[in-house]
């Protein structure tokens, strides 16, 4: 069975849920997924993150969606580590219209100055999107721009390499172009807003991504986010719904 997600329409401001455990309050400053900015001296060796967010809209048309994530990050010397997971399901009218999950891990290794190296793999399965699943795998080099206490800015790009498995029962493999930028600005104490971008080219299509967010510190664990998600698919293949993922989500954070 195949799976996509087709977030067109997932939350509205005030309605985001949250439930997760907890742990002793020390905050590492990390990105969600792209280009995550070097650790700070105070940054914690092991360290996680949790959200859920949760919608039921009702009227002309009933629409209930769940987004969680979770990811885990330890640091081994200049080796940072990171296990990611994601799922998302949209249901309206009692009809399911999105269904994604996604694992993936990163290895990031800094060199000196602001510059360091980077891997990773991402395993993704999208109901709606012509592909049964899709697993990418990228290495490169990376350089931080900005690492004040108000702006912090990553760039990194790297060559890859994507297997598709399509619907149709064909399969194919790709060479990938990388490029991402991961930008921060704590605005405020306890706030702070989050712009990440990539691209990810091949001969087939180009691969869009950008996610966009405001945080707000409740307390030492716990915050409440705003945040947009898009991923565009330039030339999908045949049996795909859509070229372009909508999420807007208002959800409670766990970090520990």
């Known amino acids: 069975m195949s799976w996509r997600t087709r977030l067109w329409r997932t939350a509205l401001p005030g309605v985001g849920l949250a439930l997760l455990v907890a742990t002793p309050p020390a905050l590492a400053e990390e990105s969600l997924f792209y280009a995550p900015p070097r650790p700070g001296d105070d940054t914690p060796e092991f360290s996680g993150q949790a959200e859920l967010g949760y919608t039921n809209l009702s009227g002309n ?8 994530k979770g990811r885990l990050t330890w ?8 296990l990611r997971g994601e799922t998302r399901q949209v249901k309206e009218n009692g009809n399911a219209s999105a269904e994604q999950y996604l694992a993936a891990g990163r290895e990031r290794y800094d ?12 395993w993704e399965q999208d ?11 990228i290495i490169g080099y990376g350089r931080q721009l900005l690492a004040g206490p108000t702006h912090k800015l ?16 064909s399969d194919q493999d790709l060479a990938v172009g990388y490029g991402a930028l991961d930008y921060q600005w704590q605005f405020s104490e306890g706030s702070n807003f989050q712009q990440e971008f990539s691209i990810e080219g091949t001969d087939a299509n180009v691969t869009t991504r950008a996610f966009s967010a405001i945080t707000a510190q409740l307390n ?6 705003l945040s947009h998600e898009i991923k565009n698919n330039s030339n999908p293949p045949e049996g795909s719904a859509s070229d372009t993922d909508l999420t807007t989500a208002a959800s409670l954070l766990y970090r520990w």
């Open 154 to 169: 990553s760039l990194e790009a790297g060559p890859g390499y994507r297997h598709d498995e399509l619907e149709s029962g």
């Open 61 to 68: 048309t009933d629409s209930e969606t769940l987004i969680a």
């Open 127 to 137: 109901r709606f999107s012509g592909y049964d699943y899709q697993f990418t795998t």
């Open 220 to 225: 030492a664990h716990l915050a409440l986010r």
């Open 111 to 122: 060199l000196d100055g602001p510059h360091y190296m980077f891997g990773f793999t991402r």
């Open 75 to 82: 640091l081994t010397g200049k080796l940072t580590h990171t």
